[in-house]
Structure formats: C-alpha cells, structure tokens
C-alpha cells in the first residue's frame, strides 16, 4: 500500500485516440503532482494542485494534455489525440506529512504504464 | 539550472559487496536531496533525504551525506542482498513546486 492508488495499471492505446488515468490519495492531502517517467529517465514534472486549483504546469504538458482535481481528492489526467510520443510511465504522487511546511519527499502510486501504438 | 547527474549503470555487484552510487547536483540555494528507490513493476519509494550541508540520510542499511563543498550526496550500502536490485534515483528541491530527479542508476545484485 504505497497511499497513493493509480488506475489503469496498464493501457494501450491506437494513436488519435483519447485515454484518460485515475490517481486517488488514500489520505487526504492539499497537494498532488503528475510526472512522467520515460525508459530510462528519472521522473519529469508536469503539473501540480494545491486542493482544486492547478498552480503550475510544465511545458511538457501541450494543450493535448488536460488535467484536474474536482473537490480536491482525486485527480484526471486526459491526453487527446494520443501520439507514438505519449508512451512512457505516468506517476502520481502525494507529499509525505511532516510537521512543517518543509519537503519530506513523496509517496508515489504504481503509476498508469501508456503504450501508444 | 537545477540538475543532478548520476553515475551511469547498470552496476552489477556480488551479494555482500559493497555499493557506491555516485550523485552530484547543481542548484541556487540550499537544496534538500533524496533518494529514491524503484523496483520493477512499482512506483518510486523515498529510501532517505538529507534536508541541509552534512546530514547523512539512512534507511534500510544505506546511507548518504550532504556535501555541500563538493555538491555531493553519494549513496552507499556495505552489504547488498539481492533484494536491492532495482533503480536508484537521486533527487533536489529547492522550493517551490518540484522536484528534480536524475536519471536514475539501475543496480543488479548477483547471488
């Protein structure tokens, strides 16, 4: 049980088509993060909510690329027209709680593993 | 701006050998660093952190110390097990919203 629960474990896909992925917190927390993580890469950031509100994306994340975070618990992240380009592990994450504000590392989920074909 | 730079792998040990994985960063301010641990098939796990100059994170019989002076925060273990096997990523926050990982050094431990 790593606190953060991801799903499709797994989705392939054709190109053109549409996929979206679940991330659910297993507790609450005010702050979630999306990265993405191709073969043999560390993870690279793509956006980051604080509740409901999306305060930052990166410029990896193209107007294909849409996500969100109703009622602040779980978090969507849709790709539109899927491209060959798009296939690599998409990671959740969550803040591990400490007493305060300072970062103390995160709790990532299994991740959704997206193959474009 | 903000980098870490790993040592490339894989790194292949016998059981019982000791490990050394090399990590350096570049970053304005005072980072705090990590390192985290992915087995195949699983997400990331933080195995331990380092939060300012000469800390030493451990966890799980490895260890790793915050140099600022050479901007350095090398992991090591004096005994692998088998069960080690996996990716080893060194990690920086300097503020902000996130965090900067590199690319990752994947460890094979031979029995």
């Known amino acids: 049980d790593t606190g953060v629960s991801q799903d499709p474990r797994h989705k392939i896909t054709k190109r053109g088509q549409n996929v979206t992925f679940r991330c659910d917190p297993i507790?609450?927390?005010?702050?979630l993060y999306w990265y993405r993580q191709t073969l043999g890469q560390g993870p690279e950031f793509l956006t980051y909510?604080?509740?409901?509100?999306?305060?930052?994306k990166s410029r990896l994340l193209s107007d294909r690329f849409s996500a969100e975070r109703p009622k602040g618990s779980f978090s969507t992240l849709e790709i539109q027209r899927t491209e060959q380009g798009d296939s690599a592990m998409y990671l959740c994450?969550?803040?591990?709680?400490?007493?305060?504000?300072?970062?103390?590392?995160?709790?990532f989920g299994s991740g959704t593993r997206l193959t474009v074909v | 701006g903000d980098s870490v730079t790993q040592m490339e792998g894989p790194v292949t040990l016998s059981e019982e050998a000791f490990l050394t994985i090399n990590c350096t960063y570049t970053a304005t301010g005072y980072p705090s660093l990590f390192w985290y641990v992915q087995y195949p098939g699983e997400g990331l796990q933080l195995l331990l952190k380092?939060?300012?100059?000469?800390d030493k994170g451990s966890n799980k019989g490895f260890e790793a110390t915050y140099r600022k002076e050479t901007t350095s925060f090398h992991l090591e273990k004096g005994s692998v097990q088998v069960s080690d096997s996996a990716v080893y990523f060194c990690?920086?926050?300097?503020?902000?919203?996130?965090?900067?990982f590199g690319a990752g050094t994947r460890l094979f431990v031979k029995a």
């Open positions: 909510f604080q509740n409901e509100a999306q305060l930052e």
């Open positions: 994450a969550a803040p591990i709680p400490g007493p305060t504000t300072a970062n103390y590392g995160y709790t």
């Open positions: 990690a920086l926050y300097t503020g902000g919203f996130k965090t900067i």
């Open positions: 380092a939060t300012k100059a000469d």
């Open positions: 507790s609450e927390h005010n702050r």
